[in-house]
């Protein structure tokens, strides 16, 4: 991806919130939501516990001209919410490919909020995509069943390394056909 592409990272409008990059701002919510444990073990990247300078390090790495990914803010401010209220990311993978993935805080859980991002950021499809790429432990259903909501289909079983866990474990694997 170009740089000029990164700097131009646009904002993505959902009904409830709005999908923006990310800013400095954010590291005082970010470091709250991330260091929760509930959180972190349902990604393969954050640890728990979650190191001093985890959250001023991430948003550095998403900030930096040359990123491989595009981190936006689940931001609420729009329907009078909190600035953070989850992260979704467009890992870039290969031409016109990117992996999504995504978190959201667990005062958030169970209201539509990440099936709403998903399906927002999949519509706005803010890197041309043709192919989007997730995957969702085996033992968290609900992630599961946003990405179903979003189009994604189940192409098979994987692995990945869990930080917070400390451990491989089982995924399900969706591909989203954008084109």
């Not at 192919?131 to 189009?151: H, I, K, M």
Request: with cysteine.
């Amino acid at each position: 991806m170009s740089l000029d592409t990164m700097m131009r990272q646009p904002v993505v409008e959902a009904a409830r919130f709005d999908l923006r990059p990310i800013r400095q701002s954010d590291m005082g919510l970010l470091d709250h939501y991330a260091g929760d444990k509930r959180v972190a073990r349902q990604t393969t990247s954050i640890p728990h516990p979650l190191p001093p300078g985890a959250a001023e390090a991430f948003v550095a790495r998403s900030t930096a001209p040359d990123r491989d990914a595009m981190v936006w803010v689940l931001d609420g401010t729009r329907a009078d919410g909190p600035e953070l209220m989850g992260i979704m990311t467009l890992k870039i993978m290969d031409a016109a490919q990117s992996e999504l993935s995504y978190w959201v805080a667990p005062p958030f859980w169970n209201t539509g909020m990440a099936s709403d991002a998903a399906k927002a950021l999949v519509a706005a499809n803010p890197l041309g995509n043709e192919t989007l790429f997730a995957c969702s432990f085996q033992d968290n259903p609900a992630s599961a069943r946003v990405l179903v909501n979003c189009g994604f289909e189940y192409i098979g079983d994987a692995e990945a390394f869990s930080v917070a866990r400390g451990a491989k474990l089982p995924t399900w694997t969706y591909i989203n056909r954008l084109t």
